[in-house]
């Protein structure tokens, strides 16, 4: 009986996961409103991150895969001395979430170690941020539009559920603690929908004043003040208080939430621009730079600019990397010589064989795309070609659309020869 049983759960399982496998999966974040928390369900809140904590640094202590989920009491060292807590909140289901994270977190960190990257051991934690909530409808229950039941916690008021479209079939979730704030991140899974893509290819040459070149001549750029007026100002006043005091956690968590809203712009900004680029073209390709590298060389240049997080979506969304190595910037577009190195003031290329005089970063990105054409091969179900004048046009003014960008179009002294599919 107990066989069947077993049997029956691994056969829905399996028929779960084939059916999730042809579907889109998308994240939503829901906020929890924090004034309309009633002080048991914050009080049951904060106790539920700090027995996270309790239990997290007791698995690190005795080992991931040697503690059971089962366990009810850890000891915790307070002051000179080890006392045994008792989990109340967190129930046995989180306890399995943060087990089976760290063993994944050490099977990652094992991987890394066997390629020859030197890495370290997972240390104890000062505090939790995250909680798995690891099945839907009983670890974490949509009530409706604005409710959601978690675990041994209570009923928290959220905003965002109605971001949520109608059938999408919900998953696990995650309970974050973030800056005095407590979001939910529901996993859920929808109907692909099979949208016909217009059949242009692009090639994208990231670089430091413009971001990003295209191969049809535009040139985009963006970037947010690393601080801001408030910021300085926090900074400033941070520097006055006595660390641990308590105004000094409240001004802390201000400047944190701070930093968090200009990256949140800069993540809106790269996600607007990847969604712009994948809707207008079948095929993208981009070089396989290496963004921190970049960091290390030129700081705030960078990291104002949220690149990684857009390569990163572009990665996602099915987009061609070019080796990181690959001299797109030696090469003619027009003949494909290598005419050499040129150095970074020289921004104008010209060939000395074909006479192709045009800018350096189109002339790059040019080089990328027919790098990424020939590269897809077989992916491309139908000829694809370079975009022409209006779809171009129709690309700048979505991009200038979007805050914070400028879009313009490359200036040109001689341009080569456009690129064709064949």
């Not at 007791?58 to 366990?71: C, R, T």
């Not at 850890?74 to 129930?91: D, F, I, Q, T």
Request: with cysteine; glycine share 6%.
């Amino acid at each position: 009986m107990q066989a069947a049983k077993y049997q029956l759960i691994a056969q829905k399982r399996k028929e779960t996961k084939e059916r999730h496998s042809r579907m889109a999966v998308r994240a939503y974040e829901l906020k929890a409103e924090r004034n309309h928390l009633g002080a048991a369900v914050l009080e049951k809140l904060e106790r539920l991150f700090i027995e996270a904590k309790w239990f997290t640094n007791y698995a690190i202590a005795e080992g991931p895969f040697a503690v059971s989920w089962k366990v009810k009491c850890v000891p915790v060292k307070a002051g000179g001395h080890v006392e045994e807590r008792e989990l109340k909140v967190l129930s046995s289901q989180m306890r399995q979430g943060i087990l089976k994270r760290l063993q994944d977190n050490i099977k990652a960190l094992a991987v890394q170690k066997r390629k020859g990257i030197k890495v370290g051991k997972i240390r104890f934690r000062r505090e939790v941020r995250s909680i798995p909530l690891p099945q839907r409808d009983y670890t974490y229950k949509v009530l409706d539009k604005g409710h959601i039941r978690v675990q041994n916690v209570g009923i928290l008021k959220v905003s965002g559920l109605d971001q949520i479209p109608p059938g999408a079939e919900l998953a696990n979730a995650v309970l974050i603690h973030r800056h005095g704030d407590c979001y939910i991140h529901i996993t859920a899974f929808l109907p692909k929908k099979d949208e016909e893509k217009p059949p242009y290819f692009v090639g994208i040459d990231f670089g430091i004043h413009d971001q990003l070149t295209l191969s049809n001549w535009i040139k985009v750029s963006f970037e947010v003040p690393h601080a801001s007026k408030s910021i300085r100002h926090l900074m400033r006043s941070l520097a006055r208080k006595r660390p641990g005091s308590k105004r000094y956690r409240i001004t802390l968590q201000r400047l944190e939430k701070e930093f968090e809203h200009l990256a949140n712009i800069r993540k809106d900004i790269a996600y607007k621009i990847g969604h712009v680029l994948t809707v207008h073209f079948a095929l993208i390709a981009f070089q396989d730079d290496d963004i921190h590298g970049w960091e290390r060389l030129w700081g705030r240049k960078v990291m104002t600019t949220a690149l990684g997080r857009l390569k990163q979506f572009l990665e996602w969304h099915g987009a061609v990397a070019v080796e990181q190595y690959y001299p797109s910037t030696q090469e003619c577009s027009l003949c494909h010589r290598r005419v050499g190195k040129l150095p970074l003031d020289e921004r104008t290329f010209k060939c000395p064989y074909c006479g192709a005089e045009l800018d350096r970063d189109v002339n790059a990105a040019k080089n990328i795309a027919e790098w990424g054409l020939r590269s897809a091969g077989s992916r491309a179900e139908r000829p694809l070609r370079p975009a022409d004048e209006a779809a171009s046009a129709l690309l700048q003014r979505e991009l200038l659309s979007v805050p914070y960008v400028r879009a313009q179009v490359a200036s040109v002294k001689r341009e080569a020869s456009p690129l064709t599919a064949g």
